[in-house]
């Protein structure tokens, strides 16, 4: 009999393990997650991916030509610091994508301080650091396997007092 209790307990406790509590807090994961949808107060309507149904997510494939000097480079030379601005320190993480045509679009960003808790700067400045993301024209879609893809890549935008910090 007592080992007939231990065999319940064991079967019991090993269904119960492997149970999965569902309440409110549980995430719900969407079947685009990592995608990023379009958004008419957000992206220009113009931006189109060529293959929306094979977009790669492999940040290391989309390619900035020159590479990340000309790149940190790029940002520098139209990044023009203000007073107001050195109240600011803390990073711009932007998330985009980048079409086959080599065109950028669906651009979102999150600005976090310098212990990476969310945090907000000067609407100026923020306008100024995304208009410069997404006016930069040197990007190269991903190449993957021989075959031409869209893609998503993002960057960390690193401002210490105001000034943008090379990595």
């Given at each position: 009999m007592?080992?007939?209790?231990?065999?319940?307990?064991?079967?019991?406790?090993?269904?119960?393990?492997?149970?999965?509590?569902?309440?409110?807090s549980t995430p719900n994961y969407l079947a685009d997650i990592g995608d990023t949808t379009f958004n008419a107060k957000l992206d220009n309507p113009n931006f189109k991916f060529c293959d929306t149904s094979n977009v790669l997510h492999k940040r290391a494939y989309v390619k900035y030509?020159?590479?990340?000097?000309?790149?940190?480079?790029?940002?520098?030379?139209?990044?023009?610091?203000?007073?107001?601005?050195?109240?600011?320190?803390?990073?711009?993480?932007?998330?985009?994508?980048v079409n086959c045509n080599d065109e950028t679009g669906r651009f979102r960003w999150e600005i976090v301080d310098t212990d990476f808790e969310k945090t907000g700067?000067?609407?100026?400045?923020?306008?100024?650091?995304?208009?410069?993301?997404?006016?930069?024209?040197?990007?190269?879609?991903?190449?993957y396997r021989g075959k031409d893809y869209d893609g998503?890549?993002?960057?960390?935008?690193k401002i210490e007092n105001g000034n943008i910090v090379r990595s």
């Open positions: 007592e080992y007939q209790n231990l065999i319940i307990l064991i079967i019991a406790s090993t269904v119960l393990f492997n149970c999965k509590i569902n309440n409110d030509s020159g590479g990340i000097r000309n790149l940190e480079d790029d940002i520098i030379n139209q990044y023009q610091i203000k007073p107001k601005y050195k109240t600011f320190s803390g990073y711009f993480i932007v998330r985009f994508a700067c000067s609407k100026e400045l923020e306008n100024h650091v995304i208009n410069i993301l997404k006016g930069l024209k040197k990007w190269n879609h991903p190449l998503y890549t993002y960057l960390v935008i």
